[in-house]
């Protein structure tokens, strides 16, 4: 049976505190439980240790572009769904299909209702069962 009423968790890396800002306040107006993080290493640190349901992870960081985050959980087996979002055309064309299993694109800024969109498009809405066992 499906556990219920269960907020699903999101790590939302991103280098730019408006973007973070904006876009946790939207995840947690439509239910979602968000932990952020403004510095690519410490996002990285945080999804190898954290049980998300998702990542959302900005390209272009200083430190540390988002492919690089992508292809390290991957080859660590780290299955989670992301979400790579950029300013820019989509940086996965170059990116291994190896690792582009689970990973989507999204061109920003977005509006609520295309984050929400991309969301349920990798988990399904906030408080969709975890557990699809019934």
Known sequence: MGIANQAKRILLIDDEPSTLLTYSFALRRFGYEVTTEIVA????????E???DLVIVDYRMPELLGNEIIKTLRIEHNPVP???????KSPLVNMPSKYKEKVAFRLKPM????????????????????????
């Not at 290493?41 to 945080?46: D, N, Y």
């Not at 992301?82 to 820019?88: D, E, G, N």
């Not at 209702?113 to 969301?119: D, G, M, P």
């Open 41 to 48: 290493r410490r996002g990285l640190q945080s999804a190898r």
């Open 50 to 52: 954290g049980d998300f």
């Open 82 to 88: 992301i979400l790579l979002i950029s300013a820019s």
């Open 111 to 134: 509006v609520p209702s295309t984050l929400k969109e991309a969301v349920e498009s990798l988990i399904g809405t906030a408080s969709e069962s975890l557990d699809t066992a019934s």
